[in-house]
Each structure stands twice: as structure tokens, then as C-alpha cells.
């Protein structure tokens, strides 16, 4: 079976410039969080979204967004791009959103390296 | 959130067992226990997790003191693949899904 996959794997982009990135979850699941993993840095919590709804947000600037689609694949995107947006940004898929009130796998696809020169 | 300390780095020999500590002294009563590994080049992936008592599954134990300050992670015959760096998270019941990563320990193991 397919794991999580996410698109592009790499990319470069210039400071004030958008980027749009992409992930499809594993097939049957319904859950998508997006994180953010700066080089020597544990990933960060950016979203996570289930039923194309928002279910939780982290402590990102307006500048990032996401939305999820009937499909339960979903799109992160980045405005005015700043240099500290360098990162890996990872998707991870699960089977529900349960609120926290019990366990919940999370699958992690191998991210999107975005550059911001 | 409740904090966790990790090393930063630890070394094993192959097939020799491995330890890999975490303290968590400020731990709540409905943390649940986690531990994710990152793979070069890979994303996260789910090794074990726990709430009070010990785990054992096909990949590794959970060991979590009585106190629940602490908690280990044993790998019984660390291979070449082991090597990566070792999250434990701790998850409150009140965060919903999202996992909050530390810097976790580079685990390296030698042949």
C-alpha cells in the first residue's frame, strides 16, 4: 500500500514569493496535519485538518494557510515567503481526529525541502 | 505542555541492546507517552507508546517509571537500520492530535 506522498520533494523559491505544497494522505484516512522542520530542529506543529475542516492551528504567522479537499488530500501554502521559512515540510496522515481523547497514529510522509534564497 | 530532556546523542554497538532515556518530571496524570524516530533523509515514524504501564511491541519496550518522571526506550538488538534520531513526546489528552517535538537524541550505531 501506498504510504503518505507528498509534492514537490524539493523547491526553491525567492523572499516575498508564494508557494503552494502538496499532500496525499494514505488511502482511508481522513485526518492531515501539516508540520515544519527546521534543519537540527524537531518538526513543528503547523495544522491539522479532518472532514476539510480545521481541527487545530499552531503558532504560525497568518502567512500560512491550508485547506483540505473531498478527496482528503490537502494543500499548504505559504505567502511572502521569508528566508526563516527554510525548512522540510512534513505531512502526516491518520485514520480519524479524536481530539486527544485516545491514541491516534500519525503517518509521516518524507516532506517537501523548500529553500527560500 | 509538559516538557521532555533527552541526550542529544548516544552510541551503540549492533546487535547489542540499547537505552534511550527521557525524563518528563512535569508529566500530567492523562500524558499519554510517545516515541516517533526520523530516519535520514525520511519523515517521522511510530515506535511505541504507553500511559502507565510497560510496552512491548514487534519494534521495541517501554519502560515508564512508577512515577511516570521518567521513561526508556529499549531497542533489544539495535542493526545499522536503528540509527536516527529518537523523539519522546508527550501528548496531553487536551492537544488533541498534534504532536510537540523536541530535539530528540541522534542514536548511532556501530558494526
Known amino acids: 500500500d501506498a504510504g503518505v506522498t507528498q509534492s514537490p520533494t524539493h523547491l526553491i523559491k525567492t523572499r516575498g514569493q508564494q508557494v503552494t505544497l502538496r499532500c496525499s494522505p494514505i488511502s482511508g484516512h481522513k485526518s492531515v496535519s501539516w508540520y515544519q522542520q527546521v534543519l537540527g530542529q524537531g518538526p513543528q506543529f503547523i495544522f491539522q485538518?479532518?472532514?476539510?475542516?480545521?481541527?487545530g492551528r499552531g503558532n504560525f504567522p497568518d502567512r500560512f494557510s491550508a485547506r483540505q479537499f473531498p478527496n482528503y488530500s490537502s494543500e499548504l501554502n505559504v505567502n511572502a515567503l521569508l528566508l526563516g521559512d527554510s525548512a522540510l515540510y512534513l505531512c502526516?496522515?491518520?485514520?480519524?481526529?479524536?481530539?486527544?481523547?485516545?491514541?491516534?497514529?500519525?503517518?509521516f510522509g518524507p516532506g517537501t525541502r523548500l529553500t527560500v534564497l | 505542555d509538559a516538557k521532555t530532556t533527552q541526550p542529544n546523542s548516544m552510541e551503540s554497538n549492533e546487535e547489542e541492546p540499547v537505552h534511550l532515556p527521557c525524563n518528563h518530571s512535569t508529566i500530567s496524570g492523562t500524558d499519554y507517552i510517545h516515541w516517533y524516530r526520523q530516519l535520514p533523509s525520511q519523515g517521522p515514524e511510530y515506535v511505541i507508546h504507553g500511559l502507565t504501564s510497560n510496552v512491548n511491541n514487534r519494534m521495541a519496550s517501554l519502560a515508564i517509571a512508577e512515577d511516570r518522571k521518567s521513561s526508556t526506550l529499549i531497542l533489544h538488538r539495535a542493526t545499522l537500520r536503528d540509527a536516527a534520531v529518537y523523539y519522546c513526546?508527550?501528548?496531553?489528552?487536551?492537544?488533541?492530535?498534534?504532536?510537540?517535538f523536541g530535539t530528540g537524541t541522534r542514536l548511532a550505531v556501530r558494526p
Open positions: 485538518y479532518y472532514e476539510k475542516e480545521e481541527r
Open positions: 502526516a496522515s491518520s485514520l480519524f481526529y479524536t481530539g486527544g481523547t485516545t491514541y491516534n497514529e500519525q503517518f
Open positions: 513526546i508527550l501528548r496531553p489528552k487536551s492537544s488533541g492530535d498534534k504532536l510537540t
